[in-house]
């Protein structure tokens, strides 16, 4: 009871405080004060200490019953029992709400080829334990409820059964045979593409840093040139080496616009630390990883502007998420995807500026060309910074 005294003194006081406080900035909200730490900590020992008390009232009931030589008080086989079924009702119950209200709440439609297989492996996968949870829930709490001791059974001693064994080994070894094969059958098709000379995807390269993505795009030679991470430098942020050929048409965009129904090839590295690539409606997740380059290949199926239809949302967009906590921003690393036509893409694409600038023709020795014809499109703030260095550069000459 003391005990009790003294957590209802703490608990009042808290909530009191904390009423205070919350009255200092704006008029009190309830709603805050039950989300301080502390009122669930009191919370949870009050139930405790509600426990405690119901336990020590029944044991009391129980050793008066005794004592005063009458049968026991109550049946505890019969109550456990009874909490079994009710469980197992209620839990299996909340099964079929967890599926039937939250089950919408998974990934989106399924918009490239390839995310198609692996939603069908998810639901085979989804299906088949499902099976077995109810198969075997339904077992382990009816079982507790039937053949709970009524006094008048004995246990019956049922050490081993060659037949059962089999049974509930080989099953289950089938069953994830067919899954593991069809994951890894999987697997190839998506990682291990052969190429059709005829319909080559198009290479786009990301490049991810704390805490933005960086796009580019091959230009009319179709390849990505390389880069160098010891030519980064104020004006060249992702290091790019314009002695490569193939740098020179390279191109910088701000979003990532896909044809659609065309296979694509991205080329994933990082500037820093681990990040993640993570495009959820394509079925993609692929790590970048500082120092190398990792591939993935897909093929989108649906546009934007049909998603739009199908979703019933006129501001549908395609996102590109990083999913790996890379730092402080981590949530702000999302760049908008658009799928389009072939004819958008093309027209699209012809727009995007080059990366290679009059500064960086200089750095590299390339021809200057007199009059830029278009500013370049530069991408995030990096792009931003670069400029303002190069201003400052110029001002200080
Ligand atoms: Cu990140």
Redesign the pocket.
Same mark, same amino acid.
């Given at each position: 009871m003391a005990a009790l005294a003294v957590i209802f003194t703490a608990f009042a006081s808290t909530s009191a405080f904390a009423q205070a406080a919350a009255a200092v900035e704006k008029p009190v909200d309830m709603g805050e004060v039950h989300k301080s730490f502390l009122f669930y900590v009191l919370l949870f020992l009050l139930v405790c200490l509600f426990i405690a008390i119901v336990g020590k009232a029944i044991r009391v009931y129980e050793l008066t019953r005794e004592s005063e030589g009458k049968s026991e008080g109550i049946n505890w086989n019969m109550v456990n029992g009874v909490l079994f079924a009710v469980f197992l009702v209620v839990g299996l119950y909340g099964v079929y709400w967890e599926y039937t209200v939250h089950g919408n709440m998974l990934l989106p439609e399924a918009a490239s080829e390839h995310g198609k297989k692996i939603d069908e492996m998810f639901n085979l996968t989804l299906i088949l334990t499902t099976v077995v949870f109810i198969i075997t829930h339904i077992a382990l709490f009816a079982f507790a409820y039937i053949y709970k001791s009524n006094g008048k059974r004995k246990a019956y001693f049922y050490p081993h059964n060659n037949a059962l064994e089999r049974l509930w080994t080989i099953i289950p070894a089938l069953a994830l045979t067919v899954l593991v094969l069809m994951g890894f059958l999987t697997w190839r098709s998506i990682f291990n593409k052969i190429e059709d000379p005829k319909n080559l995807p198009l290479i786009i390269e990301v490049t991810?840093s704390q805490?933005q993505w960086d796009v580019r795009y091959p230009g009319a030679d179709g390849i990505v040139g390389k880069k160098n991470y010891k030519l980064i430098t104020g004006i060249n942020a992702l290091g790019i080496d314009f002695n490569d050929k193939n740098n020179l048409d390279d191109q910088f965009a701000d979003e990532i616009v896909l044809p659609v129904n065309k296979p694509v090839r991205f080329a994933l590295t990082s500037k820093d630390v681990l &990040?993640s690539f993570y495009m959820p409606h394509f079925r993609v997740q692929l790590n970048t990883v500082p120092g190398m380059t990792s591939y993935f290949e897909f093929t989108p199926t649906i546009t934007t502007e049909e998603m739009k239809v199908k979703t019933n949302d006129p501001k549908f967009n395609y996102i590109l998420l =990083?999913a790996?906590i =890379?730092g402080a921003n &981590?949530f702000n690393?999302q760049k908008n995807v658009r799928v389009v036509s072939e004819q958008e893409y093309k027209e699209w694409v012809i727009k995007q500026g080059t990366y290679l600038t009059n500064d960086l023709r200089k750095v590299f020795k390339l021809p200057v060309i007199a009059e830029p014809a278009a500013q370049p499109v530069k991408a995030d703030t990096a792009a931003k910074d670069t400029t303002a260095k190069t201003n400052q550069l110029a001002l200080k000459k």
């Open positions: 991810s805490f &990040h =990083c790996k =890379c &981590h690393m």
